[in-house]
């Protein structure tokens, strides 16, 4: 067997380059879920006065100046490509609902309870719809169970109070995961930036109109 000269051997450096993403990815997403943790906290103090519907278009117009904004301090170009608008025009509407949905279950549900059933939302619907096996499903279903009973006691008017807000929650999932399929047709051409500021300023366009809709205009949320 030949030996290997140590003198001549290349050296190889360790730099740990994996650990350091590893750890970034997990800061980044403490980060996040503390702060949509606080938002909601906050938000939904504020609710009672600006109104579901209303309050989606201040997020989605923060949301858009703030992604514009981000995009030119980045050089990142947001026009000059190929956009499927029939597809965007879809996820921001998908978007405007599941907004709708988050900030009308606050307005019944507390908001460490939304935070929570929301998160993994879009988790939980997929697993249901490819998991249709009894054990995969019980696993998914009997939390959500729990917590309504907790949330829920058997009186009318607590039912009343709280069954719109777990609907609110099943609307949310659903569009949440949509949402997800619906982005990645956008994707491949405009890359994970673009697709969301064009998908929240279209959120924003049509939570606008809804606003000058009669019926969106005089309900109450």
């Not at 719809?129 to 949330?151: G, K």
Request: proline content about 4%.
């Amino acid at each position: 067997m030949n030996v290997v000269d140590p003198r001549t051997r290349s050296k190889v450096v360790l730099e740990g380059g994996v650990g350091r993403t590893a750890r970034s990815d997990l800061t980044q997403t403490v980060a996040s879920n503390t702060l949509f943790f606080l938002a909601l906290c906050f938000g939904k103090a504020a609710l009672s006065d600006a109104g579901v519907l209303c309050s989606v278009v201040q997020i989605t117009a923060v949301g858009a100046i703030g992604g514009f904004a981000l995009g030119l301090s980045r050089g990142q170009r947001l026009t000059g490509k190929s956009v499927e608008w029939s597809v965007a025009g879809l996820a921001s509407l998908l978007l405007s609902i599941r907004l709708c949905a988050v900030l009308f279950a606050l307005t019944r549900l507390s908001a460490v309870r939304t935070a929570i059933i929301c998160q993994f939302s879009s988790v939980w619907m997929v697993g249901l719809l490819n998991n249709v096996s009894r054990p995969h499903a019980l696993f998914i279903v009997a939390p959500i169970a729990l917590s309504f009973l907790s949330d829920a006691p058997f009186s009318v008017s607590d039912l009343r109070h709280t069954v719109p807000g777990y609907l609110a929650l099943a609307v949310e999932a659903v569009s949440s995961s949509t949402l997800d399929h619906t982005q990645g047709v956008l994707l491949p051409s405009l890359g994970p930036f673009v697709t969301s500021v064009i998908t929240i300023a279209g959120a924003f366009i049509l939570s606008s109109a809804g606003t000058s809709l009669p019926l969106l205009r005089t309900h109450p949320f």
